[in-house]
């Protein structure tokens, strides 16, 4: 029913910016929150971000300050700005359409000069 599909993943240099993209379809876009989470290899996969329907948004406290989600309706899709990246920030990363539970596929991001 509903498809989640991250993009913009890719190498990015330490202190670097990086643009993340998820595109929601089946569904109408507007209706419901969405969520970035992130998932380091052997590690958990965990919440960073989210935004509701009228775009009010929060964000883990290990993110706050560097990364912005943000949304854009007409487009159907979800952002994440990711600024002043760190190797630690390297991981897959996931969108989540929260009314349906609907996770995308991940995009990779890697941190590292």
């Known amino acids: 029913q509903v498809q989640v599909v991250e993009s913009g993943g890719g190498l990015v240099q330490p202190g670097g910016s990086l643009r993340l993209s998820c595109v929601v379809s089946?569904?109408?876009?507007?209706?419901?929150?969405m969520a970035w989470y992130r998932q380091a290899p052997a590690g958990q996969r965990k919440w960073l971000a989210g935004?509701?329907?009228?775009?009010?948004?929060a964000y883990a406290d290990f993110v706050k300050g560097r990364f912005t989600i943000s949304r854009d309706n007409a487009k159907n899709t979800v952002y994440l700005q990711m600024d002043k990246v760190e190797v630690e920030d390297t991981a897959v990363y996931y969108c989540?359409?929260?009314?349906?539970?609907?996770w995308g596929q991940g995009t990779q991001v890697t941190v590292s000069s």
């Open positions: 089946g569904i109408t876009f507007s209706e419901g929150g």
């Open positions: 989540k359409h929260l009314a349906t539970e609907t």
């Open positions: 935004i509701s329907r009228r775009a009010s948004t």
